[in-house]
Structure formats: C-alpha cells, structure tokens
C-alpha cells in the first residue's frame, strides 16, 4: 500500500510539473520559416510567406505552404546579401547583414522569418530579405 501510494504521487508530480512546463516550451521558442513573400499588407501589418516546410508531396507535386506573419514595431529588418571577395567572417562569399531603416520587404523577396507564436498568431522579432549578388 505504501509503494502504491508513493507511485501515485509522484506521477502526479510528473503530470503536474509537465503542465506547468508545456506552455513555455511551446509558446515562448523563436521558429524560422523561410520562402517567398506574396503579399504586403501594410494595413494589417502583416506579410504572407510561401514556403515548402514541412515537406510534402501529393501526387507528385510538392506542396507550398501559406503563412501570415505579422510585423509588430519591433521586428527587425535585416538584408543580407553574399560577399563578392572575404566577408568579415573571414569566408569568401559569406553572408554580409545590413540593418534595412523599417518595414521594406515586397512581393517576391526571399525571406527567413524568425517569429515568436502569440497565441494563435506569428508575430515577427527579425526578417531577413536576400538580395541576390549582382553577377
């Protein structure tokens, strides 16, 4: 009976520390989502992004996923764009990141978002558009 009883409280240790950990472990991470932005919706303030993650395929045909990411004062913008000789990483061809003055991405830019979830909605801490070199 003792032993009984000793396994019941400590699952309910288990289940109850388990609860009170699962929102922090789902809602405060930051996730990147990379693809092309499609729409600009200044009023809102948001932008949708087209991307292929998670990876799928339905009848040959990779699938593009949709999201709508909103863009709070805030987010950062960042452009990124390839060294032509070494960048100050000391890599030939490495990423250079300026800062961007405000919200200027469009239609057709090559994004990483890095978002935090709010509850049902993604909310952008930093964009990072990919301008292709010139050559």
Do not use: C, N
């Amino acid at each position: 009976m003792r032993r009984t009883r000793r396994i019941w409280t400590t699952a309910a240790i288990i289940i109850a520390v388990a609860a009170l950990a699962r929102p922090a472990w789902s809602d405060e991470r930051e996730r990147k989502y990379s693809g092309t932005v499609v729409a600009v919706d200044q009023a809102a303030g948001a932008i949708v992004v087209e991307g292929m993650g998670p990876w799928r395929v339905k009848d040959g045909v990779t699938q593009f996923e949709r999201r709508t990411i909103h863009i709070t004062t805030s987010t950062q913008f960042v452009r990124l764009e390839r060294a032509t000789g070494p960048a100050p990483s000391g890599w030939i061809g490495d990423f250079v990141e300026s800062p961007l003055p405000g919200p200027q991405v469009k239609a057709g830019d090559w994004v990483t978002v890095t978002m935090k979830v709010e509850g049902k909605h993604a909310a952008a801490v930093r964009i990072d558009v990919w301008e292709p070199s010139a050559s």
